[in-house]
Every structure is written in structure tokens, then in C-alpha cells.
């Protein structure tokens, strides 16, 4: 093998490397199961579902609207809300994601993605 | 000119190291919003509008505000209300849009012989159906509201486009209707803007606009509160729409009580269905038609699909059982576990 060869297996090896250097360190890779919280249109919280310890905590809209949400063993809900439909607490856990949870009254949104899209908007 | 979107994600760093970046998957563009007292979702896979796709959804977004503006029955300045507080009296004029589907709904009730019926907004009412500090209904109240068919006391005035109601005592509720009438608006609305490949959520009724990448669509239909679906439909262009009572109900002393009435008895209906999903070519009509056949029980929806072929239907019994309408069994998988 001639040095001009060599010279160009190894700006393919380089280019290939840092290509999925850049994939790994923006997100493009597919990773685990991400539940993504949007209140009010805005992402206010993400959790890696695959690592994250059970757990409640609340989420308080902009018109003061609140949920109270709960992980459990990789699943995530709405186990308590103030508002008058309660569709969020009736709607089953979700990890994998073909139905977002949805509180319309108080503007809430969870979505499970396996990989962020920066294209995706929710108003 | 067609267009694909493609993720916005991708790192410059990236696009100039092509020989990886060619093996990044086409990422539709995709939006949501909260609009008719739902959440919505579009998915825009292919368009040959010069517009970006960013516009065309906050278009489609205010129209539906718009039109729900028109039809909800909780807001006292809508069609709805003014039909509730005035038609008895005086013909109410409406626009062409409100006029249209309210026609068609009494076409649909007549139709289903009263199954799907749109005149059961007091009913509604006295169950408190959105609300958290109601009340059981009383028994005596509800015998009275029941097996009515007011929709039979609605006349229309095609030169004025005006409604008149000929009976006092009720009120319109296009809550099995008005989704599916707005995503036949939206299918226009898109179509014309030149989409081309797209799929909508709607509150859990879909729009389907071509196809994916030349393939059908996969819609997963489920059947409970959860979203593990009892099976997938392969569909082009056409609507879907699931009635259930799964997550809109109102619970009295310990008892659930959800939110599909059986017009007969004003009391939720108790078919032996547990679910239905409607696949039709009109999204009024798989709006409505679920309902309908919720009501109806699998008896008279296999003779309804009998007699008139105009939807197809995916059925879950109490049991869990599936029952599908011929013209879509081919296109209907179950799940491994449905």
C-alpha cells in the first residue's frame, strides 16, 4: 500500500469518527425513552424514563393551573389535577408513546420521544 | 416544487461530513396546538406550497379557533348559544359552515334512527360531564329528557340560512360531531395549501393525507385509557375516529359514568361495546358514525353496515373481543396481545 493510500483510508477513518462524534454529542443518535413535560407551550422538564428513580413532583401552569406527576418503574403519569375534566388522570401511564397525556384545561403536554426533534413545536 | 422536511437538527458539522449524514433518517415537520377544547398534533411529511409548513399549520389553527368560536357549547357567545337562548322564538341566522353541519347532523341522526343524536345538550348538562363539583342526575330528571328525538324539531331555511327550533326544552351538543366536521374543514384547508403527505391528531380522531413515503399509513387504534392499541389499520386518505368512555367520565359515589349518552335512556349507553373506531371517506360521518354505533351495540351496527356500506368499523366488545367490518379486515392487524 503506498503512502498516498494510506493518507486517504485514514482521512476516511477521520471523517467517519468524527462524524459520529458529532451524532453522539447533538442528540442524533436514537438513545432511551425521554418524557418530555410542556406547559403552557414550553418544555419546562425531561426525564430519561430508562434511568430515573420513581418519584412525584408538581407542575404548575402560568395560570396557576397545577398536576401532580409521577414516575413509576419507567412509566410516567398524572396522578393528581385541579382541573374539572381529570381526562389527564384517567389517561393510562405511557412509556413508549402512540398518545401524549394531555391536560387541555391547564395547557400540560407529556410526550414521550425517543429522540428530540428541533422541528417540533407545540403552542 | 416537493418538498421534504428534514430535521433542522442536524449539525453543520455533520452536513459537511456527508458520508454519515446520508444515513440520517427524513424528519417530517410537526406541530402542535391546543385548539377546540383538545390538543392537536400535525405531522407534515410532504407539501408542494411554496409556504413553509410553520404557516400553513397557525392557519389551520385559526380556522379551527375560529369555527369553535361558532359551535362550542359553553361559550355563551356561539351559534350554540344563540340557537339555545333564541331559535324557539325566532330563526336563528348562522353561516354557511354552522348551517351545513347542522343539516348534516340531522341528516346522520335520522340516519342512525336516533343513535347518534346532537339535541342532547340538556342532558349533558344535568350529568356534568367536564366538570368536578356535579351531582348524580336525578332519575326522574333524566326519564324525562330521554327517547326525545328533538333533532326532529329542528327546521332549516336554505334561502336565509336560518334554523328555527319548533319544541322548547332542548338544546344542541355537537360534541360527537364537530371534531370530525373540523378535520373535514382541515383536509380542504391542507389539500388546498398543497400539502401532500400528512397526518393529524385530533384529540385522538385522525386525518390521513396521502401516503407515507408511498406506503399506506400505520394508525395504531386503541380501545381504553391506554395507549397500548388492539391492533394497527393500514389507511390512504381518510378520517378515524374512536368513541369510548374510557377517559371522559364523571365518577358519583364510586360509580363512573361516562360521557356517551344513549338517547333513549339519557343514561350512558351500556351496549356491550367497549370501544369503537370508524374509518370513513367524510370526517363528519366517522365522527358521528362512532358514536352511533357505540349506542347501537354490534347487533344493529353489523345491520346498519349492512343496509348502508358508507364507514367501516373496528369494534372492541366489554369482553374484549374484535369485531371488523369487512371492507377493512384485510387492512386491520391485531395486536399480538389484543
Known sequence: MDKRKVICLAAVIAIVFFSLLALLLTGNIKNGNTACIYSGGKLVKTIDLSTAENQTFTISGEDGGRNTIEIKDGTIGVINADCPDKICVHTAYISDGVQPIVCVPNRLVIRIEASRQENSHVD | ?338
Request: aromatic share 10%; with cysteine; proline share 3%.
Open chain 2, 1 to 338: 416544487m416537493k418538498r421534504k422536511y428534514l430535521s433542522a437538527a442536524l449539525p453543520a458539522a455533520a452536513l459537511c461530513l456527508s458520508a454519515l449524514t446520508a444515513c440520517t433518517d427524513d424528519q417530517p415537520y410537526t406541530k402542535s396546538a391546543f385548539t377546540f377544547d383538545t390538543f392537536i398534533t400535525f405531522t407534515i411529511y410532504e407539501s408542494e406550497s411554496a409556504d413553509p409548513p410553520e404557516e400553513i399549520c397557525e392557519g389551520a389553527v385559526d380556522m379551527l379557533n375560529s369555527l369553535d368560536g361558532e359551535l362550542s357549547r359553553t361559550n355563551p357567545d356561539s351559534v350554540i348559544s344563540a340557537l339555545k337562548k333564541q331559535a324557539y322564538n325566532s330563526p336563528v341566522s348562522v353561516s354557511d359552515t354552522t348551517y351545513l353541519l347542522i343539516k348534516s347532523c340531522k341528516d346522520l341522526s335520522e340516519l342512525t334512527d336516533g343513535a347518534f343524536d346532537f339535541t342532547l345538550g340538556e342532558i349533558s348538562s344535568l350529568w356534568g360531564f367536564g366538570s368536578d363539583n356535579g351531582k348524580k342526575p336525578d332519575d326522574a330528571a333524566l326519564a324525562e329528557l330521554a327517547d326525545r328525538k328533538n333533532y326532529e324539531n329542528i327546521s332549516f331555511d336554505d334561502e336565509s340560512r336560518t334554523i328555527s327550533f319548533t319544541e322548547e326544552g332542548f338544546s344542541v351538543d355537537l360534541g360527537a360531531a364537530a371534531k370530525g366536521y373540523a378535520l373535514d374543514m382541515l383536509d380542504s384547508y391542507l389539500r388546498k395549501a398543497g400539502v401532500t403527505s400528512a397526518v393529524v391528531d385530533f384529540g385522538g380522531s385522525i386525518l390521513t393525507i396521502g401516503k407515507k413515503d408511498g406506503y399506506s399509513w400505520n394508525i395504531s387504534v386503541t380501545a381504553d385509557e391506554s395507549d397500548s392499541p388492539v391492533g394497527t389499520l393500514a389507511v390512504n386518505d381518510g378520517f378515524i375516529a374512536t368513541s369510548n368512555g374510557a377517559k371522559r367520565f364523571v365518577e358519583y359515589d364510586g360509580v363512573k359514568y361516562h360521557h356517551i349518552i344513549d338517547p333513549f335512556t339519557a343514561y350512558p349507553a351500556d351496549s356491550g361495546i367497549k370501544s369503537c373506531t370508524v374509518y370513513a371517506a367524510d370526517g363528519l360521518i366517522s365522527d358521528a358514525l362512532s358514536t352511533a354505533f357505540f349506542v347501537m351495540g354490534q347487533e344493529k351496527t353489523e345491520q346498519f353496515y349492512e343496509k348502508y356500506k358508507i364507514a367501516e368499523y373496528i369494534i372492541t366488545l366489554d369482553d374484549g373481543t374484535l369485531k371488523t367490518s369487512e371492507g377493512i379486515a384485510a387492512d386491520f392487524r391485531a395486536s399480538q396481545n389484543g
